[in-house]
Nanobody, 121 residues
Framework: QVQLVESGGGLVQAGGSLRLSCAASGSIFSINVMGWYRQAPGKQRELVATITRGGSTNYGDSVKGRFTISRDDAKNTVYLQMNILKPEDTAVYYC???????????????WGQGTQVTVSS
């Protein structure tokens, strides 16, 4: 029904930057909240950032002031600009979108497959 495809992960040195993108496609009527989560080895998945359809944002404490989330509703795409990266930012980053599917009155949560971000010290 709905697919989320992430891109932009990779290997970067501490202090560097990366920009993640996540494009949603399929039977989309509208997308409400979009966001990014991450999961490091041996740890639970945690919130990185979310953005509402109206542009309100919310960030995890560990990334405030360094990461910026944005979205382009014309492209059904959410972005995550990551600056001043630290080794502890190393994780698999997952895109999440709350989508109202065409032909249904309900909102469903979809996840991307994840993209690896590795920050070397």
């Amino acid at each position: 029904q709905v697919q989320l495809v992430e891109s932009g992960g990779g290997l970067v040195q501490a202090g560097g930057s990366l920009r993640l993108s996540c494009a949603a496609s399929g039977s989309i009527f509208s997308i409400n909240v979009m966001g990014w989560y991450r999961q490091a080895p041996g740890k639970q998945r945690e919130l990185v950032a979310t953005i509402t359809r109206g542009g309100s944002t919310n960030y995890g404490d560990s990334v405030k002031g360094r990461f910026t989330i944005s979205r382009d509703d014309a492209k059904n795409t959410v972005y995550l600009q990551m600056n001043i990266l630290k080794p502890e930012d190393t994780a698999v980053y997952y895109c999440n979108a709350h989508v109202v599917v065409v032909g249904t009155p309900r909102e469903y949560a979809f996840w991307g497959q994840g993209t690896q971000v590795t920050v070397s010290s």
